[in-house]
């Protein structure tokens, strides 16, 4: 049936005016063989959000904002979804093509594979970091990560492991039927990272599909960057076992961060100091957000568990542009 549907696009909302409007035509824009639905799982908007997707082909759930949880939330829209394929994303992530879609789909390659993630981009707009501008330095290769053998990847190290499971709701898609056999754990974060460690410990085999890009980006300011790096760091070693890096990378840091802005001849002087300025704010924000971190890990998991209840205890889903 031409109207069958073969790809499902989950979005979590909230409070997503600032970008809808640009991110939902660009996903129903997409040049696509076969059928598509939209899913929207909103949380508790109250901005316009919601008169915005009276605008488009979209199927809305509405959750009690209090319910919402990076992957029992998702686990929902798996639930709902009627296509073969789920891909999750973002309000704020706008393919960067009109063959996003079609590429992703393409790095299923054969049936072992549960699931494709592809990239993060940052367009080159002046009111986004130009020290995250998108500079790619070679042409997209897909990857292909698999173990047969699923103690091969145990005996890897954090680090390691760590490196194969970058996985992205951003921007990935789904075997639905997997995904349901294998939902994402319950968590306030990572939940896409340790679904990959979950997918190749059960066997399947994941890829990297960089071709695929969206447009992705968030300006953070320091209180937020300390909290967000916190977060992070806490979910890699509970799952991983990963610990941060404390060495005072300050120096390395920032002559990157001058050597990008000061020649970028797209930027005034007076741009380059204010994101001169920005970049040295969110440093300092996750070197201290790491030792704090370092400093808790000595302690017992229960210490722990507070602390990260302490820190973290407000994350937004989103911030908004400046």
């Not at 993630?117 to 020290?131: E, R, S």
């Not at 790096?229 to 890699?236: A, E, I, P």
């Not at 990008?260 to 005034?268: A, P, Q, T």
């Not at 890990?297 to 937004?316: G, H, M, Q």
Request: net charge neutral; hydrophobic share 40%; with cysteine.
């Amino acid at each position: 049936m031409a109207n069958e549907v073969l790809v499902s696009i989950i979005i979590p909302v909230k409070n997503g005016d600032a970008w809808l409007k640009d991110t939902i035509p660009a996903i129903l824009g997409q040049v696509f063989e076969g059928g598509v639905e939209v899913i929207v799982i909103d949380s508790g908007s109250t901005d316009e959000t919601l008169n915005i997707l009276k605008n488009y082909p979209v199927r809305l759930v509405q959750i009690d904002s209090t319910s919402f949880n990076h992957g029992a939330t998702r686990n929902l829209g798996a639930t709902l979804a009627e296509g073969k394929y789920v891909v999750m994303t973002v309000q704020d992530a706008k393919p960067a093509s009109s063959d996003w879609l079609k590429t992703l789909l393409n790095g299923f390659v054969d049936e072992t594979v549960a699931g494709v993630c592809g990239l993060q981009i940052v367009p080159h707009h002046k009111d986004k970091n130009p020290v995250d501008w998108f500079r790619p330095i070679s042409s997209p290769e897909m990857r292909i990560v698999h173990f047969p053998d699923s103690e091969r990847f145990r005996e890897l190290s954090p680090d390691k492991q760590l490196s194969l499971c970058r996985w992205d709701n951003v921007n990935a898609a789904y075997r639905r039927e997997i995904l349901l056999d294998l939902p994402f754990r319950k968590t306030d974060f990572a939940e896409d990272a340790i679904w990959a460690k979950d997918a190749l410990l059960a066997g399947h085999s994941l890829v990297y599909q960089p071709a695929a890009q969206v447009e992705h980006y968030h300006t953070e300011d320091y209180d937020y960057a300390f909290k967000r790096n916190f977060s992070v760091q806490y979910h890699f070693f509970k799952y991983f076992g990963q610990i941060p890096v404390v060495e005072n990378q300050t120096v390395i840091s920032m002559l990157r961060t001058i050597k990008l802005l000061f020649l970028e001849r797209r930027l005034s002087l007076s741009e380059k100091i204010r994101w001169y300025r920005y970049n040295s704010a969110y440093q300092r924000a996750v070197r201290m957000s790491n030792r704090v971190f370092i400093d808790s890990i000595d302690k017992s998991n229960d210490e722990l568990d507070a602390k990260y209840s302490e820190v973290c205890k407000i994350i937004p889903q989103a911030i908004k542009p400046l």
